[in-house]
């Protein structure tokens, strides 16, 4: 494919794509013309941590800028995955994950001594054996040291990811229930309030979830921190539950 576009168009493509939030870097761009009618080829980095959806948005905002400077040009985009300038060790290992299909949350690192501990948790699909989820586990942390410098051991949670749906026995009346929750909850003065619980049953299991409005200012860690305090204290006034899922909204979005 040779250049062959109006002098000054190629820079005005690579300035437009360069604006596209995602591109990382623009590697190529080859513009031909058959007749009347254009065709670009483009390749551009992007952040190897980006998901496919985030891919496919970026690369059609990058075919609409170049349609922006070639009106109707026949476009194509390829996409190559790149570790940004920006990334952290928790960048790093949750790319080493995304390479290996598998999700990785509740990253913690701790300096020990100048040397990094990592705990992690790890979704693998339910119907693995132990022997086939703790191999697959210990390549990933193999992968995960070579390629993060600095790791000197790494403790992965293996966690069972649902592949199917459960049924339900139906929702619980649970008016005792809520009233003797509502009580733990006011020990906990950043919650403005508690509101829509629900509790059901699932395979004979007490499952309840429910929302908690809190102020707008209050950051994340500390959020995630009361939702697991309360939780436990749940537990401890009901021990029947099985599960609990709160979910937090900012006070200016209490639409009670």
């Known amino acids: 494919m040779l250049d062959a576009a109006p002098a000054g168009v190629r820079n005005r493509i690579i300035e437009e794509v360069y604006r596209v939030n995602g591109v990382l870097e623009v590697d190529r761009v ?3 013309r ?13 952040s190897r941590n980006v998901t496919f959806q985030k891919s496919e948005q970026v690369s059609n905002e990058v075919a609409a800028r170049i349609r922006a400077v070639l009106p109707d040009a026949d476009v194509v985009v390829n996409t190559v995955s790149r570790a940004s300038r920006q990334e952290s060790l ?16 509740d ?5 020990l001594g100048g040397s990094l501990h990592v705990e992690q948790h790890v979704e693998l699909d339910e119907k693995l054996s132990l022997k086939e989820a703790h191999d697959r586990v210990t390549r990933l942390e193999s992968e995960m040291k070579e390629e993060v410098g600095g790791i000197s051991s790494i403790l992965t949670h293996i966690e069972s990811e649902p592949a199917t749906i459960e049924t339900s026995d139906g929702l619980v009346r649970a008016t005792g229930f809520e009233d003797r929750l509502q009580q733990v909850r006011e020990g906990f003065p950043e919650v403005v309030d508690m509101h829509d619980l629900m509790f059901k049953r699932v395979g004979g299991r007490l499952y309840l979830s429910l929302h908690c409005t809190m102020n707008d200012d ?13 939780e436990s204290r749940f537990r401890q006034e009901l021990p029947e539950l099985f599960r609990v899922l709160i979910h937090p909204e900012p006070q200016t979005d209490n639409r009670r």
């Open 34 to 46: 058959s007749g009347s009618h254009y065709f670009a080829d483009v390749s551009v980095a992007m």
């Open 90 to 105: 928790f960048d790093r290992i949750r790319a080493v994950a995304t390479r290996n299909n598998l999700n990785v949350h």
């Open 30 to 32: 080859r513009i031909r």
């Open 218 to 230: 209050l950051p994340l860690s500390r959020v995630h921190d009361i939702q697991t305090t309360m």
């Open 107 to 111: 990253i913690s690192v701790q300096d």
